[in-house]
């Protein structure tokens, strides 16, 4: 399993940085956090895929709408290394079971510390997945407001 | 004699002067009545723009049993970030103005 966060880094490094998580089984349907809960750690998706929601009024009803998903190999969560260190979003594992490595932000740190190239690298891939992201729901968002723009226009 | 003649004719003309203006007044005090009733007209202009919206809220609303169920609704919501994601991903890969605004088939854009 390769893993988009420790892109670049030795096999030994990324041993190291597998070997400050814990594997957790996350049954299908279950939550693996909540928008506004404390973020302290982030996963890594091994197995399953995890359905990234957000809330939204539909029909009167507040409803997790789909957002975003994630799948084997890659970051969910990176919340946890980033202030206010709270989830934006709701993670799901969804129809099949979910296998994650969750890496605690603590953790994380004093190993950076320790390993400053190999902390320089997981940060600079974290940015690609952020920038990504940013990217990609900047694109979203210009293309609804074009068909808000058009609709309006009328 | 002739001053008393003279004076009764200027009283006939005088008497004949007023009673042709008043009703020369009496009808344009009745045509101005009449234009008085034509700025009802505006009135009815201004009757159009509320019959336009209602015009709009008259649309009939959709029957409970006619919508979709909610979990179709959400269905077709997460098939439209699908979509609008994979346009988005293609655009970031391939920048350009047109496949910024390309279509997708999802029902929520057409």
């Known amino acids: ?154 | 004699m002739e001053m008393l003649l003279m004076g009764l004719c200027m009283s006939v003309f005088g008497l004949g002067i007023a009673a042709l203006a008043f009703g020369a007044a009496t009808r344009s005090q009745s045509s101005d009545s009449n234009s008085t009733v034509q700025p009802q007209l505006p009135l009815v202009k201004a009757v159009a723009p509320a019959r336009f919206f209602s015009d709009r809220v008259a649309i009939p609303p959709v029957a409970p049993h006619q919508q979709v169920p909610i979990e179709v609704l959400l269905l077709q919501i997460e098939n439209h970030v699908r979509m609008e994601q994979a346009a988005a991903e293609v655009f970031l890969a391939f920048p350009s103005q047109a496949r910024l605004h390309s279509k997708t088939s999802s029902p929520f854009v057409n």
């Open chain 1, 1 to 154: 399993m390769t893993h988009e966060l420790l892109n670049g880094l030795s096999s030994a490094e990324a041993k190291q940085v597998l070997g400050l998580g814990t594997r957790l089984i996350v049954p299908a349907g279950t939550e693996l956090f909540r928008l506004g809960d404390p973020a302290d750690r982030l996963f890594l998706t091994e197995r399953g895929r995890i359905r990234l929601t957000l809330p939204m009024q539909v029909r009167g009803r507040e409803q997790d709408v789909f957002v975003e998903e994630r799948s084997p190999g890659q970051t969910v969560g990176w919340s946890a290394l980033i202030p206010p260190y709270r989830f934006t979003l709701t993670a799901t594992a969804a129809v099949l079971e979910a296998e994650v490595i969750a890496l605690p932000r603590e953790g994380l740190r004093e190993y950076f510390a320790a390993n400053p190239a190999a902390g320089h690298k997981i940060a600079l891939n974290l940015a690609i997945v952020i920038g990504h992201r940013l990217q990609l729901f900047q694109t979203m968002w210009v293309r609804e407001m074009q068909r808000t723009v058009e609709v309006r226009s009328v």
